[in-house]
């Protein structure tokens, strides 16, 4: 008996094995397979990615619209509005003025109180100062 399974060993070896033959052709056959997942896949991911990016840009497309149409009205709007800013801006500076204008003539009459006040008390011969002469001596 050993010696038959000694014999059936070397036969065994001079015989391609079919069990050996099968991975080699199912390693074949997945690594082709696995290339086709990977193409298979990839588009797929491409697909999606451009799919995306055709919405992206249809976003951007919706939104640059909106914002342009919105732009569009701000600047026709914009000159009825300085229009109006410039005549209020144009009514203040008027009541600036008339406050300046009002607080600069009471100034001004006031200090010509004071001056007058002031000539007709030092020009008064009833004045209460004693009288100097040039030299800052007391006239008696």
């Known amino acids: 008996h050993n010696s038959d399974q000694s014999d059936s060993s070397p036969h065994d070896s001079d015989q391609p094995d079919p069990d050996h033959d099968t ?4 390693t074949a ?66 009541t600036v003025g008339q ?11 006031s200090t010509a109180q004071i001056i007058s006040h002031g000539r007709d008390s030092l020009l008064s011969p009833d004045s209460d100062s004693d009288s100097y002469d040039s030299s800052n001596n007391r006239l008696r």
């Open 23 to 26: 991975p080699t052709a199912s």
């Open 29 to 94: 056959w997945s690594f082709g397979g696995l290339i086709q997942t990977l193409a298979s896949k990839s588009e797929s991911v491409i697909e999606n990615y451009r799919r995306d990016l055709e919405e992206f840009g249809s976003g951007l497309r919706i939104e640059t619209s909106v914002i342009r149409e919105a732009a569009s009205r701000a600047v026709k709007d914009l000159p009825a509005s300085l229009d109006v800013g410039a005549s209020v801006a144009q009514e203040s500076l008027e």
């Open 99 to 109: 406050a300046i204008d009002d607080i600069g003539s009471s100034v001004w009459k």
